[in-house]
């Protein structure tokens, strides 16, 4: 079955930085786009950054553009958000996502498979 296993989670001080990996496992999803999602309390999920197949290809959400970086290994099967010059408003559960097209997507929708996210948190 497949499975999706988010890790680099953790509470850092503001101004710190993060790397999240998701590792997928069950079949490969070289030719697929990836995204990463968040979701604070009180807050909708949205989408952080999002990444065609390739990796050529990438979105970021106003709130992160400049200071996260979303990057791709399709030969590990593995997705990357590295998270710079980290917020306090960037505290929440962070999930990584497999789109059921090849594209880069920002719906929730075109997501066909979920990790069960990582908890980051970040203090002032």
């Known amino acids: 079955q497949v499975q999706l296993v988010e890790s680099g989670g953790g509470l850092v001080q503001a101004g710190n930085s993060l790397r999240l990996s998701c590792a997928a496992s069950?079949?490969?999803?070289?030719?697929?786009?990836m995204g990463w999602f968040r979701q604070a309390p009180g807050k909708e999920r949205e989408c952080v950054a999002a990444?065609?197949?390739?990796?050529?290809?990438?979105s970021y959400a106003d709130s992160v553009k400049g200071r996260f970086t979303i990057s791709r290994d399709n030969a590990k099967n593995t997705v990357y958000l590295q998270m710079n010059s980290l917020k306090p408003e960037d505290t929440a559960v962070y999930t990584c996502?497999?789109?059921?097209?090849?594209?880069?997507?920002?719906?929730?929708?075109?997501?066909?498979?979920w990790g069960q996210g990582t908890q980051v948190t970040v203090s002032s």
């Open positions: 996502a497999v789109r059921s097209l090849s594209g880069l997507g920002t719906n929730i929708g075109e997501y066909a498979y």
């Open positions: 069950g079949r490969s999803f070289g030719a697929y786009g």
């Open positions: 990444i065609n197949w390739s990796g050529g290809v990438t």
